[in-house]
């Protein structure tokens, strides 16, 4: 009898493993419903005026698992332990980069990583501190806090997040760069925009103008070149939002032909600005 292939899977690289996703409900959420179990199950008790309040997650968890024996019906004692559970991995999320700042201050700081292997509990048998294992520690935690969810938390790894981040960082500044090259015609094309805009020339949205008013806010407070690049969101949005309606109501986005101009050449100026800002 001829064996049957078994359906060919797409293997998982060593640098990718499957998303893990935050719990669904906020953890002040999570913990008000834990407190309505114990307030339904120990109603009129005493041990109730000791809660910690929503905002205290580890208080939160500490209150229940201590009186956890006090659920005395079953599904909601198993329902309070679910509750635990997805609290405390929102707990350890919110720890993680506070506890990876925490290491990077101690390292810029002068802390050996021998010391910090001491203070994280990485020793060999012989009690003598494993520097390497704390250094892989942080590595595999700034996968946590900086990597993709679904980024494999590998010492190796961290080094491509980190130059994911450069490289990022580098495009972001080489857009920087450009579009504030750019931004004297750019704040001319807005300043013109509103003109005609506030003349009634350039249709607008007059229950929605979200994009003009931003502009309007926005064109006079350009303080330095990160925010002058910034500019050409605010007059693309205008300028979209213009012609959408316009789509949208069967009617010309302008009423003049020096605003069709101008709106015309804003658009031009912006379509060549480029997707990355």
């Known amino acids: 009898m001829p064996r049957t292939s078994r359906p060919s899977h797409q293997p998982v690289t060593r640098e990718a493993r499957p998303a893990r996703q935050p719990p669904v409900e906020h953890p002040r959420v999570l913990a008000a419903q ?6 339904t199950a120990g ?3 005493e041990y109730l005026e000791r809660w910690p309040g929503d905002a205290e997650l580890y208080g939160v968890l500490q209150f229940a698992e201590t009186n956890a024996s006090r659920l005395a019906d079953a599904e909601a004692y198993r329902q309070g332990a679910r509750l635990r559970v997805m609290l405390a991995e929102w707990l350890r999320r919110l720890a993680d980069p506070l506890q990876l700042r925490a290491i990077d201050d101690a390292v810029s700081g002068g802390v050996s990583w ?8 990485f020793v060999g048998r012989d009690g003598e501190p494993t520097a390497g294992s704390a250094h892989n520690s942080r590595s595999r935690l700034y996968v946590r806090v900086h990597g993709q969810p679904d980024d494999r938390r590998q010492p190796k790894v961290a080094r491509l997040i980190e130059k ?30 509103l003109g005609h805009f506030e003349s009634g020339e350039i249709l607008g949205d007059p229950d929605d103008d979200f994009w003009w008013s931003e502009l309007a806010n926005v064109v006079d ?9 910034n500019l050409v969101v605010y007059v693309r949005g205008a300028v979209h939002e213009t012609y959408a309606y316009a789509r949208c109501t069967d009617q010309p986005p302008t009423t003049t032909d020096q605003a069709r101009q101008v709106l015309e050449a804003a658009a031009a100026l912006v379509g060549a600005a480029g997707a990355g800002t």
């Not at 834990?34 to 307030?39: A, C, G, S």
């Not at 981040?165 to 925009?193: C, F, G, K, N, S």
């Open 34 to 39: 834990l407190y309505e179990l114990h307030r």
């Open 43 to 45: 109603a009129g008790e």
């Open 114 to 121: 021998d010391q910090l292997a001491l203070d994280l509990r």
């Open 164 to 193: 994911r981040t450069v490289d990022a960082r580098l495009a972001r500044a080489q857009v920087i760069e450009t579009e504030d090259a750019r931004y004297p015609a750019m704040d001319a094309a807005a300043r013109t925009l």
């Open 221 to 229: 407070d350009r303080r330095d070149a990160s925010e002058r690049a």
